[in-house]
Nanobody, 114 residues
Framework: QVQLVESGGGFVQPGGSLRLSCSAS????????MNWYRQAPGKERVWVAQ????????TYADSVKGRFTISRDVAKSTVYLQMKNLEAEDMAVYYC???????WGQGTQVTVSS
C-alpha cells in the first residue's frame, strides 16, 4: 500500500535552514507528482511546492519561492524540501502528499523561533 513518511523537522532560529524528507513506498515513485503542504496553528493547510512526476519540474508557492527547493532521489523514492532563510511565518506542520489518490504522510513539525 502507499505510504509516505516525513522526517527532518525540528527547531531552528530565524534565518536558519532545514531539510525535510518524505520517504515513499508502495508505488512507482517517479511517475507521480508529489507535493509538500504545510499547516500553521489555527490555519488551513496550504500548498508549498510540487515536483512533477515524469519531468521533475518544480513549482513553488510565492511565499517560499527563492528560499525553498523541492527535489527528489528516484533511487531512494524520497522527496526533499530544502528550506533556507526560515522565517517565523514558516513555522508549521509540513506534510508530504501524492495528489493522485490523495495520499498524505503524518507530518513533521517545523518550529522557527529565536
Amino acid at each position: 500500500q502507499v505510504q509516505l513518511v516525513e522526517s527532518g523537522g525540528g527547531f531552528v532560529q530565524p534565518g536558519g535552514s532545514l531539510r525535510l524528507s518524505c520517504s515513499a513506498s508502495g508505488f512507482t515513485f517517479y511517475t507521480y507528482d508529489m507535493n509538500w503542504y504545510r499547516q500553521a496553528p489555527g490555519k488551513e493547510r496550504v500548498w508549498v511546492a510540487q515536483i512533477e512526476g515524469v519531468t521533475g519540474k518544480p513549482t513553488y508557492a510565492d511565499s517560499v519561492k527563492g528560499r525553498f527547493t523541492i527535489s527528489r532521489d528516484v533511487a531512494k523514492s524520497t522527496v526533499y524540501l530544502q528550506m533556507k532563510n526560515l522565517e517565523a511565518e514558516d513555522m508549521a506542520v509540513y506534510y508530504c502528499n501524492r495528489p493522485t489518490g490523495d495520499y498524505w504522510g503524518q507530518g513533521t513539525q517545523v518550529t522557527v523561533s529565536s
